[in-house]
């Protein structure tokens, strides 16, 4: 808040995973929807965004950077390696960024394998996120009744439905207090999946902001054809193969 200018908006992109789940000949974020690789579909969402200053995108240690087909960015993209677990990749592309972002700079982190993000729901998270004291992320209600499971597989009890969210991404976060949020989540050895459960263990409590199921984590072999029916759906699949 000591800065004298507004806070400028980042996306960080870890597409350092082995797609374990996956079990296909390259990692997920390589594999096709179309003509371009679900990486590429997800990069251009932030880097067709007017508002967004720069990409980090964290990719393996054994990735070769050039056979990627990177988009045309303009300088406005940044390689980075990551980690061991996808923490540790945020943090990775978090300490790249601390280098040339200012501390209350906004950070929009993405997971690569959810090339099908709509584009006003990015716009929505950053206008209902920009002038928040802590920030959010984007969520799903639950369409099921929920169980909360109990010891040999059975029900304790059900849960309320109305109060429960599939946490999806971008996470937006202030640069710098998330830095310190997964510093301390990974210094406790607490193992955390997203970025709000970082910001929840420093005490925080994260904005929910509604966003569209189509939003998938491509996880299994059968995603990749529901990604492509979302893809085509938001008419972003062009020359489909
Ligand atoms: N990720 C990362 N660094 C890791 C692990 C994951 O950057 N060490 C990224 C993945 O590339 C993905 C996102 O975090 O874009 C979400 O992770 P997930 O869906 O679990 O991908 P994988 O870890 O690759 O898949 P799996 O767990 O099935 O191996
Ligand atoms: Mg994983």
New binding site residues.
């Given amino acids: 808040m000591t800065e004298g200018r507004a806070p400028a908006l980042w996306a960080l992109i ?9 079990g296909a000949e390259r ?3 390589f594999l096709r929807l179309g003509s371009r690789s679900v990486l590429e579909h997800t990069l251009g969402i932030f880097l067709e965004h007017p508002a967004i200053r720069g990409v980090v995108l ?1 990719v393996g240690s054994g990735v070769d950077s050039d056979a990627m087909e990177l988009p045309s960015a303009g300088g406005r993209l940044f390689l980075v390696t ?5 923490a ?2 945020v943090r990775n592309g978090l300490e790249f960024l601390a280098g040339r972002a200012g501390p209350e700079d906004w950070v929009l982190v993405h ?3 959810r090339p099908c993000l709509p584009p006003e729901d990015l716009d929505r998270l950053i206008s209902l996120l920009q002038h928040d004291p802590v920030g959010g992320l984007l969520a799903a209600p639950s369409s099921d009744t929920l169980k909360l499971a109990g010891t040999g597989e059975r029900v304790e009890r059900t849960l309320d439905r109305s109060s429960v969210w599939r946490a999806l991404t971008p996470q937006m976060f202030r640069l710098q207090a998330l830095r310190e949020a997964l510093d301390a989540a990974a210094a406790s050895g607490v193992a955390v999946t997203d970025e709000a459960s970082a910001m929840e263990f420093a005490g925080a409590h994260p904005r929910i902001v509604e966003g569209s199921p189509m939003n998938i ?1 491509i ?1 299994q072999p059968e995603d990749l054809e529901v990604a492509e029916i979302y893809l085509r759906r938001q008419q972003r699949l062009r020359n489909a193969g």
């Fill in positions: 870890p597409a350092a995973g082995v797609g374990r789940r996956m990692p997920k974020q964290v990551g980690g061991a677990e996808r540790d990749s997971d690569a394998a984590k996880t």
